[in-house]
């Protein structure tokens, strides 16, 4: 099992001020952002990344816009700056939300000079994006995934020819001459990635076996991998536990209460990040029918995130208790987290990528240092061999790709 760390860089002095108008992103003005503790904050959580390469942890960097809940509004711009001050961390970007992206070209240009500068380490997200940022990118949600798709094959087209220029005529994006400088040192392309929350997208992953990653939320995790897994098994491969990430909230203490209260703190994110204004939340078109279904079953505000028991969870208001009933959270000490990781582990059919979400509201800078440092030391090493009995991938998902 591999773990990469992440933090969404969050400007949480903002957040009392945006839960009391009702919404966080979009419409929060920036005149409640001090630029002056910014820079101060994003130069702490970078000496926090550099931290994870020292101690052996991956890296994961993902975008936000318009959010006072992420101040990454560049992966490629983020891992530029990781990328140059680490040495051995892999560099996941999940990623760059190329349906919203105006020039697919120019994303595949940021992976590529991104790989080259650190010697072959990154990891590629194409991601669909949040959609409380239709509004700002000014997409159109009905047509977004016939967009998304597109980017996505002309992404890895570039990224893969070598030979000279070609030429790119499509329903969204047209080029005379695509010849990108300089090449990925990963050929054909970079390790490819791409998150979902449903059984449709497990599907489509394993038919171009890409790893599937989703966060926070054990129960829609399970039937998209094994929809996954079956879909790749019709096509005659095994897809092992390397095809699959999940992202959880992790707090490690010294005691059990130390964790939990660490774990409570980074769960902050998760109540605040779906602080947004009803006509944002759910842009007609964006999402498919089943995921509309879904969401009108639990409640009809998106709430889709159900405990052990099936029981609709409130992430907004959920105890650090009920966030773990989810598997939105570890926490404890390192033995309550290795045991919490090896269930969810075998309750999944495996598992070969935690993302770490270490850090998180207002967890401070010692705080998560002792976090991301406990993990490593006393959690990291036994999840090493968690997998070792299971089948891994029976074909190399590239070549699936590029068939």
Known sequence: MRVWYFSEMAYHPAWDEGLKRGSLRVDLPSSNFDPAEGTRLLNRYLDEFRLCDEVGLDIMVNEHHSTATCLTVSAPMALSIIARETKKARLLSLGSPIANRPDPVRVAEEMAWLDVLSGGRLEMGLVKGAPYEIAPANSNPARLMRRYWEAHDLILKTLSTTTGPFNWEGEYFQYRNVNIWPRAVQQPTPPVWMTGLSVETGRIAAERGHVVGTLLSGGVAKPMFEAYRQRAKELGWVAGPDRFAYAACIGVGHTRA??????????????????????????????????????????????????????????????????????????????????????????????????????????????????????????????????????????????????
Do not use: C, W
Not at 263 to 278: H, M, P, Q, S
Not at 324 to 332: L, R
Not at 345 to 366: A, C, P, S, T, W
């Open 258 to 403: 130390e964790g939990i209260r660490r774990a409570d703190l980074i769960v902050d994110y998760v109540r605040t990040a779906g602080v947004v204004r009803e006509p944002f939340v759910n842009p007609p078109g964006y999402n498919s029918i089943g995921a509309n279904v879904a969401m009108l079953k639990a409640g009809g505000k998106g709430g889709f995130v159900k405990d052990r028991a099936g029981n609709t969870v409130d992430q907004t208001k959920a105890t650090v208790e009920q966030f773990m009933e989810t598997d939105t959270v570890f926490a404890g000490t390192p033995d309550d987290v290795v045991a919490q990781i090896k269930d969810f582990n075998e309750r999944m059919g495996g598992v070969g990528h935690i993302l770490f979400f270490g850090q998180g509201g207002h967890l401070d800078h010692k705080d998560t240092v002792e976090n991301i440092s406990l993990f490593a030391k006393e959690v990291f090493p036994r999840l090493q061999e968690l997998n070792a009995g299971r089948e891994p991938s029976a074909r190399r998902p590239a070549a699936i790709a590029a068939e």
